[in-house]
DNA sequence: CCATCCACGTTTTTT
DNA sequence: ACGTGGATGG
């Protein structure tokens, strides 16, 4: 089989998959056929290059992009696909540490923590180092930690760096007593992960030489979400070849709030003076109407690489906006407008998709949706290997297997509810970390360790089940260990008495026999099948059953959110709950940094990049936001999008009791709402120079007093955080 | 030690 | 509105 490229290929996408030797940088705009150049260039390396398959590397962010790539590679490839490395940065960071985990201080055998292990540790952290978690939030403190290893601070640097800072020496010491903490279980976390390997590459010379001759064509996707940590472990591995070919879009980054670096994609010319830059700007996915909406609203971002989508598609229907009343109001509009056209065979449930900001916007429309008999599916962030019957199960058969992992040991030691308490627990470790033994071994001592007599007896039996599982367990197939674990530990009888309502029951059932499948799956096909390695490969990598993976195209409306749909398409897009406050929601509007908008108009930019064929806005004058009814005025990039293609059938104010809303009030947010009548006017009461209290960033003076289109904008100094812009009636600054 | 009540906070998410 | 988590009382 050979590949005619230049016949399968457009210009830019040939040159790019032509471009093997040093450094290359695809800048692939929305629909450009971006995977199609990388799995073709794969392919042409291997073919055409002579390059052998396994001297390639392919690296992305998910589990379920290294899949499809993969798949795409074997599709072209026949049998070479498998010796590719295509993995997610985690996964290939995890195989190359386990190869090197002494040289980094950690048994070979180390673990993953995931995020409920994180939080169990911060929460003991805080606990020892009595802070207070009021004024310093665990999520806070975990979020710090995080962005320090994201940018390669170890603890030693990170002290280094915020030596002066006061506020800051309590992250310092956090930081400090987690690493420890984690250590000392012999676990990571995922920064590490991605840290530990350029540590090691920095530490070891002749390990990094090593993979530099092995991966010798290094691929990146969706470079511009990498973080400094992940950009410096690409650079390390690319040094020696520098046959370093990333792909992204600078308009398509929409995670800087979880540690992504813009700036990697931005100055990739200036790192590599001689890199290669090639375009993919043209489209295959959307009309030229929806395309030209893109193209107008992402112009608003300064700081971009300049680049324009164009496409050959039809024109296509003008872009709908439509403003209604309520939240309700506005999902039922969207879903009678998806019936509608189902009903005229004009599309089926499928093609329809509904991006949403925030999770919580997505209530109203399934509401609305299931009134109607619409099917629909809810795409949400829970992940099988995350939920809790999983947890708990995997934990159990883990403890029975080895007690090693305290943290683990702690998270079960209270399932089946026996009375262990915190107070057992903190007896228990006491005992534990004085005869130097682990926790679990320490309740084999539970009477020694301090504890009174019922819970003294529940805890020994805890541990003495444990043992008895761990001997019957012997070579037995993993399945029937799993069976073997639920029934010694009664999780059975737990999950019942915990379930609220007997479908809860069935679920969680039904997650344990998912489990149960994944475990003889991977029997059948292990070499040397082990509980822990199964949890290795599953805990980073997900498995063949995992949810992320496509749903087998039932024919359901999908809603979720803008962030979730990135990398999809459909022919139906609804971007809903376009307003000032939730999009761009309040945060970002109110740090003052334009910065922030940026990121919310990127956001919006791929949203809209989703639909093929028609994209629908819509927005509510009056949403109900924490409890509390709240005017919006439509969003700010509403008005950033081309006029001529906008179809905007403003329908008629209708109010609740008659009262009338009149426009002046657009744009109010914050302006509360009463038995239909809106209560308060907000005309600011301070004028430039008086000094103003904020509810949250304290005491300033005002600078700038401003009557903008929608509200009074106001520029304050504060004391303790500087100069801020604020939507006066948002801010509710009082005067002092 | 467990259950119950209230106060609090509330973008986005991967691995 | 609503779910979580800490404090409080049995």
């Known amino acids: 089989m050979s ?244 792909v992204g879009d600078d308009d398509q980054s929409i995670y800087r709030f979880r540690g992504a670096n813009i700036r990697n994609i931005l100055d990739f010319e200036d790192i590599y003076k001689d890199a290669k830059v090639i375009r993919l700007e043209q489209n295959y996915r959307s009309t030229s109407n929806i395309l030209q909406a893109a193209n107008q609203v992402i112009s608003n971002n300064r700081g971009r690489k300049a680049k324009e989508l164009w496409t050959n598609n039809e024109e296509g229907k003008k872009i709908r906006f439509r403003q209604l009343d309520s939240a309700s109001g506005e999902a039922a509009f969207v879903a009678d407008d998806i019936r509608e056209r189902v009903r005229r065979s004009e599309a089926s449930y499928k093609d329809f998709a509904i991006l949403v900001r925030t999770n919580v916007q997505s209530k109203e429309f399934e509401d609305a949706f299931r009134v109607r008999g619409i099917d629909y599916d809810l795409v949400k962030g829970l992940r099988f290997w995350d939920t809790k019957v999983i947890k708990d199960v995997t934990a159990l058969m883990l403890t029975a297997a080895s007690g090693e992992n305290d943290l683990r040991t702690q998270r079960i030691i209270n399932i089946p509810k026996r009375g262990a308490g915190p107070a057992a627990v903190e007896k228990l470790s006491a005992y534990a970390a004085f005869h130097g033994m682990s926790l679990l071994d320490a309740c084999g001592h539970a009477k020694e360790a301090g504890l009174s007599g019922k819970a003294a007896i529940a805890i020994q039996e805890f541990y003495e089940e444990k043992m008895r599982v761990r001997s019957l367990s012997d070579g037995i197939p993993l399945g029937q260990f799993l069976d073997l674990v639920l029934q010694e530990s009664g999780y059975m009888d737990y999950l019942n008495a915990e379930a609220e309502t007997p479908e809860e029951f069935t679920e969680k059932l039904s997650y344990i026999e998912k489990l149960k499948n994944s475990l003889v799956e991977y029997e059948e096909e292990a070499e040397a099948p082990d509980i822990l390695d199964f949890m290795r490969m599953n805990g980073i990598e997900g498995s063949s059953m995992d949810q992320d993976s496509a749903p087998d195209n039932p024919d359901k409306v999908l809603i979720m959110t803008m962030h979730n749909a990135k990398g999809l398409e459909f022919p139906f897009v609804y971007m809903v709950g376009m307003e000032e406050g939730l999009f761009p929601g309040y945060a970002s509007i109110n740090t003052g940094d334009e910065e922030d908008i940026e990121e919310e108009r990127r956001l919006c930019y791929v949203a809209i990049t989703r639909a093929m064929r028609e994209l629908t806005l819509t927005c509510a004058r009056v949403r109900m936001i924490n409890g509390e009814s709240r005017f919006a005025s439509a969003s700010r990039f509403i008005r950033e999008l081309p006029l001529g293609m906008l179809d905007m059938n403003i329908t008629p104010q209708k109010t609740e009791r008659g009262v009338e809303i009149k426009p002046v009030r657009r744009g109010f947010t914050g302006t509360k709402l009463k038995l239909g009548r809106e209560i308060r006017i907000v005309v600011p009461d301070y004028e430039v120079g008086d000094r103003v209290r904020h509810f949250k960033f304290g005491e300033g003076t005002v600078k700038e007093l401003v009557k903008g289109e929608k509200d009074y904008e106001v520029t304050v100094d504060f004391d303790r955080l500087g100069v801020r812009k604020l939507f006066a009636g948002f801010a509710k600054l009082k005067k002092i």
Not at 221 to 242: G, P, S
Request: proline share 2%.
């Open 3 to 246: 590949i005619d490229y230049e016949k399968e290929l457009n210009d830019k996408q040939l040159e790019a998959v032509r471009a093997t030797e040093g450094p290359v940088l695809i800048l692939a705009g929305a629909g450009s056929g971006k995977t199609r150049a990388i799995t073709y260039r794969t392919a042409y390396l291997i073919e055409e290059k002579g390059i052998a398959p396994w001297n390639i590397m392919a690296l992305t962010f998910t589990n379920k992009a290294a899949r499809e790539m993969k798949e795409r590679i074997s599709q072209m490839t026949e049998n070479s696909s498998s010796k590719v490395w295509v993995s997610t940065f985690h996964s290939a960071a995890l195989r190359i540490l386990y190869a090197h985990a002494e040289d980094l201080g950690y048994s070979p055998d180390f673990e993953v923590a995931d995020q409920p292990d994180q939080k169990a540790v911060i929460k003991d952290v805080c606990k020892k180092l009595q802070i207070d978690t009021k004024e310093y939030k665990e999520k806070t403190l975990l979020n710090a930690i995080s962005r320090a290893k994201d940018e390669l601070l170890t603890p030693e640097l990170f002290e280094e760096e915020n030596y002066g800072n006061i506020r800051k020496r309590v992250y310092v010491d956090v930081y400090n007593a987690y690493q420890e903490q984690l250590k000392k279980n012999n676990t990571m976390d995922f920064d590490d992960l991605i840290m530990n390997v350029v540590k090691l590459f920095r530490d070891y010379p002749e390990i990094l030489e090593h993979y530099q001759d092995r991966f010798q064509y290094i691929m990146v996707d969706e470079y511009q979400d990498t973080n400094t940590a992940q950009f410096e472990l690409i650079r390390l591995l690319a040094k020696k070849r520098r046959n370093l070919c990333v």
